[in-house]
């Protein structure tokens, strides 16, 4: 007879720290940021690629804001993770917990031991940020959150295609009533046919369902592995695109990364 494992998983995480979000629903609040190492997709203007690999050492902040990191060695257990988010939660000062990455369902058997528990602990609501193309992963965590940011991502700009998985993604998170929205990157290579099926796909799913356009932060050279250019949408571009949206959704914002405006990480 094979005895039953009580081993938890672990996560590779990349960092934790306190900071103000800087996009989507969220924008000028302050998180808790946890992010995870791994990701399983490519997109051209991604700036964080250096969570795509499993990275040997983590960088925990030990006082919130401070930029005081400590390294640790992956992989992390629960409980450890609880006990740093514990500390960076001083009385009055975060609004809610950011799970980001990298891919964080990728992690999602960790999630489902380590969500609970913070919650608990914390009192703090959870949000997901996500590339929304993993739908079961999402089953697996849901009751544990509160709200998501779904990335929808247009080929003609990341390079990537998921239009039935991000449908899919959309739907559930509407079912269990989070609170969402969705996110897309846009660049001067955007094709407008696109914009018009996000629409249409967020429309088919809830018509209130907000729609956040991003103009594409240009990359340093050094951050660059594309050899596709990403450059920001001139003005124009934005407010056709825009109105091409709002034809089918009621809400279509656009808002640039503002925390790299402030200088936050
Ligand atoms: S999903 Fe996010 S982390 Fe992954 S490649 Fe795309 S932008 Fe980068």
Known sequence: MIAKTTVKPTARLVEVFSAIQGEGLNVGTRQIFIRFGLCDLRCHFCDSAHTWDAPSLCKIELSPGLRDFEMHSNPIPPATLIKWVERQNLPFLHDSISLTGGEPLLHAPFLAQFLPEVRAQTNLPIYL?????????????????????????????????HWTEHKEFLQICFEANLDIFVKIIVSQRTDPGELERSALLVAEVGQD????????TPLAESQQFSSVPVEAPAPQQVLEWQALMKKFVKQVRVIPQTHKMLNQM
Do not use: N, W
Not at 132 to 144: E, K, N
Not at 209 to 216: D, G
């Open 209 to 216: 369902i907000p729609i956040f356009l991003q103009p594409v």
């Open 129 to 161: 940020e996500t590339g929304g193309h993993r739908p079961d992963q999402l089953a697996m965590i849901l009751p544990y959150l509160d709200s998501v940011g779904m990335d929808l991502k247009l080929p003609s700009v990341s390079g990537e295609t």
